[in-house]
């Protein structure tokens, strides 16, 4: 099994920053892809960013393009979410996942084996 838990999530004024974390533990594959998935109330959960652990490559969802970054620690255990230029519209709870190793590293939640319990974005105007 694989765990993974978020923290850094909080309140911030539009215009801000915020950077969110996931340790990972547990029978987790370093070159696993691993993502970024944000749920607002009455919404479907939104994939935002996702990495592949083994080249590094990275993708963006076109809301969040250029203004967050996601990123590994070099021992590959902890992901990170920067978050800058905060919009009200960014408000959520923020989650991390993994899916199972060797897998292709696409969008669709449900692809995405391993989930963490959340961290609440909250960017007031």
């Known amino acids: 099994q694989v765990q993974l838990a978020e923290s850094g999530g909080g309140s911030v004024q539009a215009g801000g920053s915020l950077r969110l974390s996931c340790d990972v533990s547990g029978a987790t594959y370093r070159g696993a892809c691993r993502g970024w998935f944000r749920q607002a109330p009455g919404k479907e959960r939104e994939a935002i960013a996702r990495?592949?652990?083994?080249?590094?490559?990275?993708y963006y969802a076109d809301s969040v393009q250029g203004r967050f970054t996601i990123s590994l620690d070099s021992a590959k255990t902890t992901l990170y979410l920067q978050m800058n230029s905060l919009k009200p519209e960014d408000t959520a709870m923020y989650y991390c996942?993994?899916?199972?190793?060797?897998?292709?590293?696409?969008?669709?939640?449900?692809?995405?084996?391993?989930w963490g319990q959340g961290t609440q974005v909250t960017v007031s105007s």
């Open positions: 990495i592949r652990g083994g080249s590094g490559t990275t």
């Open positions: 996942a993994e899916r199972r190793p060797l897998e292709l590293c696409t969008s669709d939640p449900g692809g995405f084996a391993y």
